[in-house]
Nanobody
Framework: QALLVESGGGLVQAGDSLRLSCAAS????????MGWFRQAPGKEREFVAI??????YYADSVRGRFTISRDAAKNMVYLQMNSLKPEDTAVYYC????????????????????WGQGTQVTVSS
């Protein structure tokens, strides 16, 4: 059994920071790829940041503001979000994939094996 549980979302003002956490258990804890997606109302789920082994990838919209990190010993993945903007408002989901995959596929939600329930991030202007 695999489980991903997100925490750390909330309501903040533009320019503030938040740190999201994702606790992985079961099969999800040994995933090669772990990361974050988000989904705003009326929009498709989109890639935010991924750690694939030792490699890290970011969406253009968050590069330089968000930082993903992984603590394998604690089975945790984090997303530090700085300089938040109203357009960052969304439900943020933790995702994992057991095996490595080509870079061109990492941004596709469909290739991930496990998902968390999501945590709401709301940024007011």
């Amino acid at each position: 059994q695999a489980l991903l549980v997100e925490s750390g979302g909330g309501l903040v003002q533009a320019g503030d920071s938040l740190r999201l956490s994702c606790a992985a258990s079961g099969r999800a804890s040994t995933s090669y790829v772990m990361g974050w997606f988000r989904q705003a109302p009326g929009k498709e789920r989109e890639f935010v940041a991924i750690k694939s082994g030792q490699d890290t990838y970011y969406a253009d919209s968050v590069r330089g503001r968000f930082t993903i990190s992984r603590d394998a010993a604690k089975n945790m993945v984090y997303l530090q979000m700085n300089s938040l903007k109203p357009e960052d408002t969304a439900v943020y989901y933790c995702a994992s994939r057991s095996n490595r995959i080509v870079l061109s596929s990492l941004r596709q939600p469909g290739v991930y094996d496990y998902w968390g329930q999501g945590t709401q991030v709301t940024v007011s202007s």
